[in-house]
């Protein structure tokens, strides 16, 4: 403040001297000096005296009066000036603290684009939201990630997921057409399907395999799920965009990470509540003392199959193999 200050100062008596008051001060200067000089060349009598009296009475008056007009400038710029720039600078103050209000409600945090190998950064941020958190809430075709991301962290939570109803053909159909249309349109349809029901019968017993990780884990079966995947914190909403069609084709496609009260926190959020509110969705939940046999029956409830023992083995076997193969690649250590 103090240096800005000086600068003032300077820039005042600058621009005093290129204004019609510095001009006439300057004219009275060297009125004053000709003067003076004039009357040392003059023998001593009545015009010496007199030249210098004009020069000395001009000198004083100029000295006077250069003093009185920084002396009233400077008064005048704290009196005017300042007030006017400590409004603006803060009414900028009140105008970026609003635009950065309207970014936290409605942009998101961090722009994670479309990769084709999980992204380290972007796994090591969410999983450190995922530590700080209490709730987790998980909505996708399949819980592999989330019980993956469980297994690997050392904390306990309250987990919500939503997956895809494994019992309705049109909800496994449609997102094998889906991805035969945007990724992969050589693959086989009927091989793509059975590589869909793989993933949700692996998710389930991941699920069942983390369930020490959870204060209470509740599961909602749905039909027609959406395609974009939600993770969702007490601080903060991950959405990964399944459904870019800009950028298809991508095993990780683009996500957008968004902050704990904005809009698409509080919207995804909700929609959660009212899905696990709904009386139209089927509900299950997997509790941390839950045996085999009662895994087993929850298992036939979701997916209309038998779950034997060498079944439940190799698909715990196939999800111990993802969560590694997961944990190397994305750099998580677990």
Known sequence: MTAGL?????????????????LLLSVLLLVSIACLIGAVMLAPGMPRNLLNAIGTGTMVSAIV??????????????AMLLPVVEESRRALRDLSSEYRELNREFYPTQVFEATTRPDPAFNQLLMRDLQQTRQFFFSGFSARHAAARLLISHAEWELRVIIADPRDGTT??????????????????????????????????????????????????????????????????WITLFSDAVRVGALYPRTLRFSEGSFIYNMERAEFMRIGNSPAVRHFQITPEMSHGDFRELYQQITGAVLSEEDFQELAGDFHAFREDFSAAAELGG
């Open 6 to 22: 000086r600068g003032s100062r300077k820039s005042l008596v600058r621009e005093l001297f290129w204004t019609r008051t510095g």
């Open 65 to 78: 009066g250069f003093g009185q007009t920084a002396i009233t400038s400077t008064a005048e710029h704290r």
């Open 172 to 237: 496994v159909s449609g997102r094998a057409k889906y991805l035969l249309r945007n990724e992969d349109a050589t693959a086989d349809y009927a091989e793509v399907q059975q590589r869909l029901h793989e993933e949700i019968r692996m998710g389930l017993v991941g699920l069942y395999l983390a369930r020490s990780r959870c204060t209470t884990l509740q599961i909602a079966v749905v039909v027609d799920p959406r395609l974009d995947r939600v993770e969702l914190f007490d601080q903060s909403v």
